[in-house]
C-alpha cells in the first residue's frame, strides 16, 4: 500500500472514498464533517437519516457509509472519533478503531483509494502528535490486497509537519 501526504481540503479528493470525522448523531456538525455536507449536497445527510433510522447513532471508533453526493469520490466513510478527555489508553484504542473499521469497510467496498482527514484533532481536542502516531501506525499494520493507496489529508501547518516526520520515518 502507498502512504500519500497531502496539504489541503479532503472535500477537493478524487479518492474511491474520503473518510469523514463525523460525531454519533450522524447528522453533520461542524470541521471536516460540515465541509463534506456542503460540498457532498444534500444526498449524504439523507443516506445519514437512513443509517440512523435503521441501527441508531454511530458508536465512538465505528464507521458507516454513504454515497458521496456531488464530491469526486465514490464513497463517505463516516466514523465517529473520540472527544479527548485525557485518558490517553481508552482514547487511543477508540481512535485506532476509526482508523480500522473505515479501513475494513473500503476494503469491503473494493475501495483502491482511501483519504483520511485527521480524526479527533480539531473540535475533539486529541493530541495532534498522538493522533498522528495512531493514524500511522494503524494504516502501516493494516495489511490489505485491496487498498492501493492511503491519502493523509492535513488541513493545517500543525499536522502536515506532524505527518511529514511521521511518514520519513
Ligand atoms: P473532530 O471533531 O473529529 O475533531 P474536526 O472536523 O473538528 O473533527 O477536525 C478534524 C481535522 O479535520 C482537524 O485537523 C481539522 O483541521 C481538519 N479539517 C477541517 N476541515 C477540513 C477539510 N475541509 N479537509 C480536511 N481536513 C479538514
Known sequence: MKIELI????TKIK???IVNAANSSLLGGG?????????????ILDECIEI???QGKCKTGEAVVT??????????IHTVGPVWNGDEEKSS???????????????SLDVKTIAFPNISTGIYRFPKELA???AVDE???????????IIFVCFDDENEEIYRKLLEE
Open 7 to 10: 496539504k489541503g481540503d479532503i
Open 15 to 17: 479518492a474511491d472514498a
Open 31 to 43: 470541521g471536516v464533517d460540515g465541509a463534506i455536507h456542503r460540498a457532498g449536497g444534500k444526498q
Open 52 to 54: 440512523r433510522n435503521r
Open 67 to 76: 454515497t458521496a453526493g456531488s464530491l469526486p469520490a465514490k464513497y463517505v
Open 93 to 107: 484504542k477508540l481512535l485506532a478503531n476509526c482508523y480500522q473499521n473505515s479501513l475494513r469497510l473500503a476494503e
Open 132 to 134: 498522528g502516531n495512531i
Open 139 to 149: 494504516v502501516k499494520k493494516f495489511n490489505s490486497d485491496v487498498i492501493e493507496k
